[in-house]
């Protein structure tokens, strides 16, 4: 059994984005262009960039200098570019600023529930 209704629990998020979007509409607009802006310059597949979205954004977004050191030489070793990188960092760029949106959604509730 789920811990959670993930299903459900996305949509609600989405929903409240959605509210968001209608409240201060270039903020939404803003992230879905930087959410976009890595599969313009071609260095990494859809699939890559949601892989980076789930795990690369770790040493990004957690500031763990341990596992970037670790993680550039690997990428590095295996013949990863700077272009790849970039692009790879733009995702954990993405995805923090992503954070940040979808944990504005429990504001809102706050807000609404407040007395």
């Given at each position: 059994m789920a811990m959670l209704d993930w299903n459900d629990y996305r949509n609600q998020i989405l929903a409240r984005v959605g509210e968001i979007g209608k409240l201060t509409p270039d903020t939404v607009k803003g992230y879905a262009m930087l959410g976009g802006a890595?599969?313009?310059t071609g260095h990494l597949d859809?699939?890559?960039?949601?892989?980076?979205?789930?795990?690369?954004a770790v040493a990004v977004t957690l500031r763990c200098?341990?596992?970037?050191?670790?993680?550039?030489?690997a990428a590095r070793k295996l013949?990863?570019?700077?272009g790849e990188i970039a692009e790879a960092l733009g995702v954990g760029i993405s995805v923090n600023a992503g954070a940040a949106l979808v944990y504005s959604t429990r504001t809102l509730d706050a807000f609404d529930a407040a007395a």
């Amino acid at each position: 059994m789920a811990m959670l209704d993930w299903n459900d629990y996305r949509n609600q998020i989405l929903a409240r984005v959605g509210e968001i979007g209608k409240l201060t509409p270039d903020t939404v607009k803003g992230y879905a262009m930087l959410g976009g802006a890595g599969a313009k310059t071609g260095h990494l597949d859809a699939k890559t960039r949601e892989l980076a979205a789930l795990a690369v954004a770790v040493a990004v977004t957690l500031r763990c200098d341990g596992c970037t050191s670790v993680h550039a030489a690997a990428a590095r070793k295996l013949g990863a570019g700077k272009g790849e990188i970039a692009e790879a960092l733009g995702v954990g760029i993405s995805v923090n600023a992503g954070a940040a949106l979808v944990y504005s959604t429990r504001t809102l509730d706050a807000f609404d529930a407040a007395a």
